[in-house]
């Protein structure tokens, strides 16, 4: 994953982000992968991911990565939870939060920069990332769940209170709007952001 991150970092136009998380087990049981320390192999791969692109080494010191380190990719990861987000203090470059609230999102920044501080690391860059499904009516936006898995898996990001507030909305014939768009934006996305290694315009920013 370092080696195509390097590769793809000169590759691409604006340069690369390298995106990465703990995933979940929609994602990870179907290709048989072991589910049981998400977080735990999430912290693993972000040390030796760290390790490869500031040293070209393993931590332990083997390996290489047979590549120029001249303008690595930046490391973003997305994180809600406390010891997650204490892992994107110590080693990444970009915080990637989904579906949270103002108060909730105050709280977990302040857990990446403590971990930040602790690390002797500058604070990674923070954004607001929402995901969003739509359409022109209730009808289509219902088809396109039941057509495309990905649409479900989007859905799931909702929470418990979005999905009662909806429901309570429909059987009221209302629109909610949804309390995810209330947060405050403190960057762009990964996708448009840019790197605190150079100078690339944020319009040209790719990310995986």
């Known amino acids: 994953m370092a080696r195509a991150g390097l590769s793809l970092q000169g590759m691409c136009k604006g340069g690369f982000v ?50 120029p380190r001249d303008n690595v990719p930046d490391v973003w ?16 470059d970009g915080w990637m939060p989904i579906g949270t609230g103002p108060d909730d999102y105050a709280e977990q920044l302040a857990v990446v920069t403590a971990a930040a501080d602790e690390a002797g690391r500058p604070a990674p860059e923070a954004s607001v990332l929402y995901p969003a499904l739509f359409g022109t009516s209730r009808d289509q936006i219902g088809a396109l769940l039941d057509e495309l898995p990905v649409f479900k898996l989007i859905a799931l990001f909702g929470s418990a209170e979005l999905w009662r507030a909806t429901a309570s909305s429909i059987r009221a014939g209302r629109t909610v709007a949804a309390r995810w768009t209330s947060s405050p934006t403190i960057s762009t996305p990964p996708l ?3 790197s605190r290694r150079g100078s690339r315009s944020s319009s040209s920013r790719t990310s995986c």
């Not at 995933?23 to 049981?29: D, K, L, R």
């Not at 490869?52 to 393993?58: E, P, Q, V, W």
């Open 18 to 67: 390298l995106g990465i998380g703990a995933g979940e087990a929609e994602s990870i049981h179907p290709f048989g992968y072991d589910w049981r320390t998400p977080v735990g192999n999430l912290e693993r791969a972000l040390i030796e991911i760290r390790s490869l692109l500031d040293t070209g080494r393993m931590p332990a010191g083997s390996g290489r990565t047979g590549l």
């Open 77 to 92: 990861v997305a994180a809600m939870k406390p010891r997650a987000l204490r892992l994107t203090g110590r080693y990444a």
């Open 192 to 194: 448009c952001g840019r």
